[in-house]
């Protein structure tokens, strides 16, 4: 069950990539502002309640605010790396110079695209659960 007054990053936990990426993403979060989670780990009528379905989550990770806000791919990473003020000014370059935020776009996109493959490549174990 998704609680109130918490983030939320969810994540395919059937992508190597992006499980890899996950456990990055928990040991940057030493403040556990953060819960990081498969996608999988709720029952699709959860997520509903926030406009997003499994279909939305199997293409890009979702991140839900306490505020209740929906930020999907590259904007979802954005949102996290905007709550660690290390990353803030990296942020601020990402939207203030518009070609940045394209390059992060595709390369978000290319990535997401080719996730099965890329993780297989790295060896990191991806498709391995049953839809």
């Known amino acids: 069950m ?9 994540f395919d936990a059937d992508c190597g990539i992006c499980s890899w990426s996950s456990e990055l993403v928990k040991q940057m979060d030493a ?9 999988q780990s709720f029952p699709e009528s ?5 406009g997003i379905s499994y279909e939305n989550c199997s293409k890009k990770l ?4 306490r505020r209740k806000r929906v930020y999907a791919g590259a904007f979802g990473v954005n949102y996290f790396l ?5 990353f803030r000014l990296l942020v601020i370059l990402i939207y203030a ?3 940045l935020l394209v390059l992060e776009l595709i390369g978000y996109r290319l990535i997401a695209e080719n ?3 890329l993780s297989a490549w790295f060896g990191l174990k991806a498709c391995v ?3």
């Open 97 to 99: 110079l518009p070609v």
């Open 46 to 50: 959860e997520l509903l309640k926030f």
């Open 115 to 117: 996730r099965h493959r």
């Open 82 to 86: 905007w709550q660690k003020p290390v």
């Open 31 to 39: 403040k556990k502002q953060f819960v990081v989670e498969p996608y």
């Open 2 to 10: 998704i609680r109130q007054n918490q983030d939320y990053l969810l």
């Open 129 to 131: 659960l049953r839809r």
């Open 62 to 65: 979702q991140v839900i605010t």
